[in-house]
């Protein structure tokens, strides 16, 4: 039965993940594709639609996950699981550092978890880069193989690059709302696919 594992995956997420959820990406990629529940593709169109729905990335994701694997039921453990140990830690810590906290052991402590997080981000926008921008099944380590260039071309989506080049333009030089963007770029991809291009 599926449903508590998904309730300690999640937790295990939640309890080992720094730098909100976009450093739990990596992390929950890992556990999920490895295990085979979900394909990399699988995993990034699941963290496509958790960042255009309404709160944390995290959630959304474990929530679509856990309903993706188990139901409602599913859905509702694998949350629980994710959102337990930061209600649990953040109890503890303001409660710690409330006390602590002008001590410089702990902002040493911080200081030397700050570049990690960064380093979670980086990779989980590689990995979302990876299986946006090149054909599903090329991984990172068949991108550093690729000895020739014609063969590299042949794996690249360069519609996905020019979608990518249009948003980035019109969130830098114009007003218009992110959630727009968003909107138009899901409607791009719905032209594309009945032309037939996708």
């Known amino acids: ?81 994710v959102v337990l140990p930061s209600f649990i830690l953040i109890l503890g810590i303001y409660i710690f550092l409330s006390k602590y906290q002008q001590r410089q052991i702990i902002k040493d402590a911080i200081y030397g978890i700050r570049p990690v997080v960064l380093a979670l981000i980086i990779q989980a926008v590689i990995f979302v880069a990876v299986n946006t921008y090149f054909k599903e099944g090329t991984g990172i380590r068949d991108l550093l193989n690729i000895s020739s260039g014609s063969h590299f071309l042949e794996t690249i989506d360069p519609v996905a690059i020019a979608i990518t080049a249009v948003s980035l333009l019109v969130l830098f030089l114009t007003k218009i709302h992110p959630i727009l963007v968003i909107l138009a770029a899901g409607a791009i991809g719905i032209i594309l696919h009945f032309v037939g291009v996708l």
């Open 1 to 81: 039965m599926i449903y508590p594992e998904l309730l300690l995956i999640f937790f295990k997420i939640g309890l080992f993940s720094f730098g909100g959820g976009y450093g739990m990406i990596p992390i929950i990629e890992r556990e999920i594709v490895i295990r085979g529940w979900l394909t990399g593709q699988e995993f990034v169109n699941i963290i496509s639609i958790s960042e255009m729905t309404p709160g944390p990335i995290a959630i959304n994701t474990a929530t679509f996950i856990g309903y993706r694997l188990g139901g409602i039921p599913g859905a509702a453990l694998a949350t629980i699981g």
